[in-house]
């Protein structure tokens, strides 16, 4: 097994000690409970009684409506998320990382040039998990809160603040981190699991009948004798397998293994205990909807259901917060975004970062979804479309993999992947219908990202291609300052660019101006591989020029945080003493300016310029030390 650092440890006899793998599995398991399914476990609050009202267009179901919505819940579940995601997609990881960014990276590495068409299905997916981000926190604290309505309808005026109250304390929180919260993760949402399954067994022991919902007659009965309302109850039912995204998306922070037993062994089991319990409360009130996930917790346990389905909502509410800072440092390490500040929270884990300024959007779009919508039942509309575009774009990243890395028979790539996207766009339709009752939120704030991404993919190629045309090729300046040498003065010099075949303007810059070379000059550039971690041994590559120069690659995952002195440290074993104390880095700051010659609508231009100005100073992103770094400015017209 390789170490970090590129050494090998000594194998380890796991038949012998046993228990340490159960013991971490056991570990694992418990924090994918609260971290990977905490979206998807608190789904039963609120995605059985929207169904139940879709398919009855009212408060009152019929028997065959119940059955019929129970089983496609039921369905829907084990061919989504026990299939669709626990079979397969988990097995397509990209060195054990997850996500869709991640299923973008291995697709596209897949092809021998970078394809622009799968960049562009991971933009549109990248967008749309954004969108779920802002719908999950209010629409899952909403319905948790709402939930003190069943127990006194007075606490009517005080839904709405009290959830602001607590979303505000769960962002104000993220600049601690997650680490000391997450220890409690896991055990809270573990009780949450065993008390809505047993709330849903004591309801089934009472009408077994329920259990008929299993078959799936009762589905295709439903379609049948309820053409007209089975549409938007579909829409509704896929309110119970939102969250399965986030199993892939936390692929690399638990492993597969864990997930998969998670889900078996606690999680499916419990849901569908749950969801049977609902039907067969509803059954026994006569067909009366209401809110059966907190009105069949009668007497003493009401209350205390109402507060551990808020502590499961913050937490899910906490899970896809995080995953919203995982995204962005990706797609910022793949330059699908400008580099935005990054903040470590943990020494130990590297995946654990705050992120101020997404943080502060993320709560401004959240807090006014709940202020504008008011309702879970409201904010249920805007909730789907996002979410079932997403599960659509992993589908079609998927048969990617199944084709060019699995090497799968056509076939059985097309027919598996029909099933899946017959399901996906089958939820999708069925939710895109509510674009006007709320669904533009999600798709607005998708829209934004994508927008934000191509733009800044976009923009950073047109300045490339346009820095590059006026810049001098750095073999040819190399020979030529050998011949006739400017005044040499002592130390290194290190240029970073992004283009190692020209030279770097903050060079000619210098050589401008100061008219001196230093007596070591290493053009530097940074690189992000299409993986998630690149080991030491990969990290450096070095290129001698001539005597005065030499080229020096850096090459990062998407998941590292880039640290160029550390890296650099590593040169050492290849031959390049290098200094910290005796070495200066010369950045080129850019002052961008908008032209109607750039290639781009002048709009965009000054889009692209606003994104370049929220970029996060480079020194601090790159940890290169303030006291050895020289910047130069110039100024350039897009």
């Not at 129970?70 to 397509?92: E, G, H, N, Q």
């Not at 799936?216 to 049948?224: S, T």
């Not at 293994?257 to 205990?273: D, G, R, S």
């Not at 896809?320 to 929270?345: D, F, K």
């Amino acid at each position: 097994m390789a170490l970090a650092n590129g050494a090998e440890a000594e194998p380890v006899d796991q038949s012998s000690h046993p228990e340490i793998k159960q013991h971490s599995t056991k570990v694992l398991m418990l924090g994918a409970l609260g971290v990977v399914y905490g979206d998807i476990g608190t789904s039963p609050i609120y995605a059985f009684r929207e169904a139940l009202h879709a398919s009855s267009g009212g408060d009152v179901a019929n028997r065959a409506d119940i059955l019929g919505v129970l089983s496609l819940i039921i369905w829907s579940l084990t061919i989504t998320v026990t299939v669709k995601y626990i079979m397969f997609v988990l097995r397509a990881d990209n060195r054990g990382e997850g996500g869709v960014l991640s299923l973008m990276a291995l697709a596209r590495g897949s092809f021998s040039t970078r394809s622009a068409i799968i960049l562009g299905i991971g933009i549109i997916g990248a967008s749309l998990f954004f969108g779920d981000a802002v719908i999950t926190p209010a629409i899952s604290v909403l319905s948790a809160v709402e939930g003190m309505n069943v127990v006194t309808p007075a606490f009517q005026p005080y839904v709405v603040p009290l959830t602001l109250v607590i979303l505000a304390m769960v962002f104000a929180v993220q600049r601690f981190g997650t680490g000391g919260v997450g220890l409690v993760f896991g055990p809270v949402t573990a009780v949450w699991f065993l008390a809505i399954g047993l709330s849903g067994l004591k309801h089934i022991i009472n009408d077994p009948e329920i259990l008929l919902a299993i078959s799936p007659h009762y589905i295709v009965a439903f379609l049948i004798n309820s053409p007209d309302v089975s549409f938007v109850t579909i829409g509704a039912v896929f309110l119970a397998v939102t969250g399965a995204e986030a199993l892939y998306a936390d692929l690399g922070h638990f492993g597969r293994k864990p997930i998969v037993l998670a889900w078996l062994a606690i999680v499916f089991p419990c849901l569908l205990l749950n969801y049977a319990g609902q039907g067969a409360y509803v059954l026994a009130k006569g067909g009366t909807v209401g809110h059966p996930f907190f009105e069949m917790n009668e007497g003493w346990a009401l209350i205390p259901m109402v507060v551990l389905a808020t502590a499961a909502t913050v937490i899910a509410s906490q899970a896809v917060i995080s995953g919203a800072y995982s995204l962005t440092r990706q797609a910022v390490q793949l330059n699908m975004l400008p580099r935005l500040e990054i903040l470590h929270t943990s020494e130990r884990q590297s995946g654990q970062v705050y992120m101020p300024r997404v943080n502060m959007l993320l709560a401004l779009v959240v807090m006014l979804l709940v202020v504008g919508f008011g309702e879970s039942s409201r904010l249920a509309s805007a909730y789907g479309i996002s979410v079932t575009g997403n599960m659509l774009v992993t589908t079609a990243l998927l048969f990617v993999i199944m084709t060019r890395i699995w090497k799968w028979p056509l076939w059985r790539a097309v027919a598996l992947t029909v099933l899946f996207a017959f399901i996906d766009i089958g939820f999708f339709a069925s939710n895109i219908v509510k674009v006007f009752e709320g669904g533009w939120a999600s798709l607005a704030v998708a829209f934004a990202i994508i927008l934000g991404m191509w733009t800044w993919v976009r923009g950073s190629r047109y300045l490339f291609d346009k820095t590059r045309r006026n810049e001098i090729p750095l073999d040819f300046l190399a020979a030529n300052l050998l011949k006739k040498k400017p005044q040499v003065v002592s130390g290194t010099a290190v240029f970073l660019t992004s283009d190692p075949l020209s030279a770097p303007t903050a060079l000619m810059h210098s050589l401008k101006h100061y008219k001196v070379l230093h007596e070591k000059n290493v053009i530097l550039s940074v690189v992000t591989a299409p993986q998630p971690v690149v080991p030491d041994s990969e990290r450096v590559k070095l290129e001698t020029v001539n005597e005065l120069f030499m080229r020096v690659t850096l090459t990062f995952g998407y998941m590292e945080q880039p640290n160029i002195p550390r890296a650099l440290a590593i040169c050492r074993k290849q031959g390049w003493k290098f200094d910290i104390m005796t070495t200066s880095f010369f950045l080129s700051r850019r002052s961008l300016k908008a032209s109607p010659n750039s290639g781009m609508p002048i709009w965009q231009d000054r889009l692209f310029i606003g994104l370049a100005k929220t970029a996060s100073d480079a020194t601090e992103y790159f940890q290169i030390p303030t006291g050895r770094v020289v910047e130069i400015g110039t100024q350039v017209a897009i």
